[in-house]
């Protein structure tokens, strides 16, 4: 007699063992895969800051692009002029630009000419290299002859000045080491910086801010999407943070930059995200191997009797 399986039989084995086997790299997908993948982050924070327009009690306004710049950086300044003056000053075509650090002392001073179809302008100023940390100025300015100011104030009794502060920070590396991955997140901040964590099971990194209470703090983040990816979210003392005070900076195949303002004291920060680098591969292995152990088992001990006589 000859014992085997039915057709029947080892259909559903191979069935269960490929559905076995699919959940399984569902949990823990492979390294590589990860590392590889291409797949930009879709988030709900805007790539840019809300910006405001110029009226009768601000008549020029100052705007940057980030409220974080690295020493070195070229710092965008833009902004608009009240049209009610544009249309009624002619002489009005430049605006004077400066940027203060946390003393009062002009580190960079650029003339921005004035659009006068819109009333709007720009420009860059360029960091020093050896730019301190701390928080630094931008400030926007409209100088004008003595017989214009007279039409001035006749519109308005605002200051034809206007400033918008950031931060100059360098940026740190904070090494990761997950799973015989290498990885490294980048922050910058003119916060203090401690007790960094990435933790893995949470699909999160974790780290606490510290500043002087009454100061206005921001902090960069760069994330590898090998490493953590997907809708990602940005919590401060565990509240998820208003979407006003987070923004993309940068948004590439290979990593996530979040720009985070905040209030200082010592804060808690925490970016998660869906996507987290694989965890226990080795595991995933052994499960594996264990699914073929339990088919090759299937076969030898349960078999359906089929008796065949030989001639």
Not at 32 to 57: D, F, R
Not at 145 to 174: K, M, N, P, W
Not at 274 to 279: A, F, H, L, R, S
Request: hydrophobic letters at 40%; aromatic letters at 8%.
């Amino acid at each position: 007699m000859h014992f085997g399986l039915t057709s029947k039989t080892l259909s559903i084995v191979l069935i269960l063992t490929a559905m076995f086997l699919s959940s399984t790299f569902v949990v823990f997908p492979h390294p590589v895969l990860a590392q590889n993948a291409n797949v930009i982050v879709t988030s709900n924070y805007n790539t840019s800051y809300k910006e405001e327009a110029p009226g009768v009690s601000k008549p020029v306004t100052v705007e940057l692009e980030n409220h974080l710049y690295h020493p070195g950086e070229s710092v965008q300044v833009h902004g608009s002029i009240w049209m009610d003056i544009v249309n009624r000053i002619d002489a009005l075509h430049i605006v004077k630009v400066e940027i203060k650090d946390n003393s009062g002392n002009i580190v960079a001073r650029e003339n921005a000419t004035v659009d006068r179809t819109d009333g709007s302008y720009s420009t860059s100023l360029m960091l020093l290299d050896n730019a301190a940390k701390g928080r630094y100025a931008a400030e926007s300015r409209v100088e004008l002859e003595a017989d214009a100011l007279g039409i001035v104030q006749a519109i308005t009794s605002a200051t034809l000045q206007s400033s918008r502060s950031f931060a100059v920070a360098a940026s740190e590396e904070y090494p990761v080491s997950v799973e015989g991955e290498k990885f490294t997140v980048s922050l910058a901040s003119n916060s203090g910086i401690n007790d960094f964590q990435f933790k893995q099971t949470e699909k999160r990194v974790a780290f606490f801010v510290e500043g002087d209470a009454g100061t206005e703090g921001v902090t960069e983040i760069t994330i590898p999407k090998a490493l953590l990816s997907g809708d990602m979210s940005v919590f401060m003392d565990q509240s998820l943070i208003n979407e006003d005070d987070v923004i993309v900076k940068s948004e590439t195949d290979a990593a996530t930059t979040f720009e985070i303002n905040y209030h200082h004291s010592i804060h808690r920060m925490e970016v998660s995200g869906t996507n987290v680098v694989p965890e226990f591969p080795l595991v995933s292995i052994l499960m594996i191997a264990g699914a073929i152990g339990v088919v090759l088992v299937l076969t030898r001990t349960l078999p359906i009797f089929r008796k065949q006589e030989l001639g």
